[in-house]
Nanobody, 118 residues
Framework: QVQLVESGGDLVQVGGSLRLSCAASGRISSISFMSWYRQAPGNQRDLVARISNGGATTYADSVKGRFTISRDNAKNTVYLQMNSLKSEDTAVYYC????????????WGQGTQVTVSS
């Protein structure tokens, strides 16, 4: 089986920074897209940023210029550097990846809480 494990969520003040990590483990052949989503209470889960295995990136308009997604293919890990955090960035952040393995498919992490306080 494949597992995605996020880390790095925390309580931070407005204007602060956090770096989230998500590591994929298991019998992995390769990983296609890796993404970060977020979900605030009462809201749907929305895409924050996505990166292809070649490094092409996509960002939600609300985080452009503040967040940076990157990946280390050798470590099967994706990162999300979040700068200039705002209170509206408060949410549970989920890692998502399409993984080629014995059980090829779309996988989700368990989520990590990011709280931005004013």
């Amino acid at each position: 089986q494949v597992q995605l494990v996020e880390s790095g969520g925390d309580l931070v003040q407005v204007g602060g920074s956090l770096r989230l990590s998500c590591a994929a483990s298991g019998r992995i052949s390769s990983i296609s897209f890796m993404s970060w989503y977020r979900q605030a209470p009462g809201n749907q889960r929305d895409l924050v940023a996505r990166i292809s295995n070649g490094g092409a990136t996509t960002y939600a308009d609300s985080v452009k210029g503040r967040f940076t997604i990157s990946r280390d293919n050798a470590k099967n890990t994706v990162y999300l550097q979040m700068n200039s955090l705002k209170s509206e960035d408060t949410a549970v952040y989920y890692c998502n990846a399409y993984v080629y393995s014995d059980y090829t498919g779309n996988y989700w992490g368990q989520g990590t809480q990011v709280t931005v306080s004013s």
